[in-house]
C-alpha cells in the first residue's frame, strides 16, 4: 500500500464511508476503503431501521437484492408504565406500496452487502486495518498511517468516517472528548420465532414490519428502548445515556431484562429463542456536539460528526447521505485541484441545504432537555397512564369526579407552573 497513492482514503466502512465510496469509484476516482473490523459490518450495531430515500443517488434500484428484512407499514409509540402503556400507532396501506419507504435490517449483512457495491463500483476495501493517525505536509493532510507495516497511504483527501468514537477526528483536534451526557449505550437481542408467531403477533402479512419506540415511567424517564420485526426474529432493545447509566449504577443488560419481563412485552417474545447480543455506542449530542467537519484535505461524516437524530430515530440515513454529500464536494474540488479547507467548506453548505443539519438544528436543545428534565418521560408518562386506567375503567364513579380527581392528582405531582414551563420549552424545542 505504502507505494500507491489514492485520490481518496475513506477511513470507516459503515453506512457513511461506503455511501462515499461507492459515489466517489462510480465516478472514477481511485478511492480505498480502511476498516477496522474483520469486514464491513463487523463492528457496527443499530437498533436496524434503514430509509430507503437517501440510497438515492447511489443504488438507485435500492432495496434491489439488497439484504432487508421487512418493510414497515405499521409504526408505534409506547409510553410504558410497570403494568401497562399509552400509545400511539400509524399503519398506513401507501407504506406497502413500492418503493418501500423503511426497511429493518441487520447492520452486519447490510454493510457487508454495502461494501460488495463499492468494490463492484471500483473502489478498494481493506479490512482489518487500523487508520491510525493522520500524514501532514504543509499543514494539509495528505494521508494517514496504518498498523500494517510500512502501510502509509497518501491521497488528495481523506474522509473520516469511523464512527462515534473517531479516533482520527481526536487526533486531529476535530472534537473533544466526549462527554457522558452526549452518547448513550445501547444493548439489543435478536429473538428469533417463526415466522406466522411473528406475522400473528404484530397483525402484519409476511413481508410486512412493525417498529415499537418506546419510553415511560417505567425506566424512570431515563431510558428509551425499541421492538423491531424482523423476517424470522425480532430485535428488542434499550439504549440510556451514560452519564445516568454512571450515576445510577444501572447495568445495561438488568434493563434490558426487566424490559423483556414487562407485561406488555413479554407476549410478543414468548417462546423465542436468542440468536444474538449486542452492544454500542450511540452519539446523542446532536446538533451542539457536532465536531469541526473540514479541514485542509479532509472532510468528517456520520457518527464521527455525531450526526443523529434521536428524536426520530435517524442514524444510517443521515450517515449515509453526509458520506454523499462528502463525495460529491471531492468530485468537485477535484475539477480545480484544490482540496484546501476553503474549497472543501462546499461539504458544509450541501450539508445545510439537505434535511441533515436542518433537522439536527431543529432539534439542537432536546438532548439537553430531556437530559435536564427527567418528568417529561418520567412523570407525564405515568399520569396519562393512570388517567387512561381511571377513564376507561367503569367503577360506579362519575366521569366528571375522575376528571376533577385526575386534575388535582396532576396539580399535586406537576404543578402548574411546572407545566406552563415544560409545555413552553416543548414548544421551543420540538415545534
Known sequence: ???LKYDVIVVGAGPAGLAA??????????????????FAGSKNVMGGVFYSDCMKGIIDDFPGKAPVERHIIDQRIWLLDNNSFVGFNHKNELFNKKPYNCHTV?????????AKQAADAGALIITRTLAKEAIIENNRIVGITTGRPDGDIKADCVIIADGVNSLLAKSLGFRKEIKRESVALAVKEVIGLDEKIINDRFNVKSGEGVTIEVTGSFFNGE???????????????????????????????????SFKAHPSVAPLINGGETKEYLAHLIPEGGYKEMPKLIGNGVMVVGDAAMMVDAIHRE?????????????ETYIEAAKAGDFSKKSLSLYEEKLKESFVMKDLKKYKGVPALLQHNKRLLQ?????????AFEILNVNGVSKHD??????????QQIGVSNLIRDLFKLWRNVG
Request: hydrophobic share 45%; aromatic share 8%.
Open 1 to 3: 500500500m505504502s507505494n
Open 21 to 38: 465510496a461507492t459515489v466517489l469509484a462510480k465516478a472514477g476516482v481511485k478511492v480505498i476503503v480502511i476498516e477496522r473490523g474483520r
Open 106 to 114: 441487520f447492520r452486519a449483512k447490510f454493510d457487508n452487502w454495502f
Open 223 to 257: 431510558a428509551m428502548a425499541f421492538i423491531y420485526t424482523n423476517k424470522k426474529s425480532i430485535s428488542l432493545g434499550v439504549g440510556m445515556v451514560v452519564e445516568d447509566l454512571v450515576k445510577n449504577k444501572i447495568n445495561p443488560n438488568d434493563l434490558l431484562e
Open 315 to 327: 442514524g444510517s440515513n443521515l450517515a449515509v447521505t453526509s458520506g454523499k454529500l462528502a463525495a
Open 379 to 387: 412523570q407525564y408518562p405515568k399520569i396519562l397512564n393512570n388517567a
Open 402 to 411: 375522575k376528571e376533577k380527581l385526575l386534575w388535582k392528582n396532576m396539580k
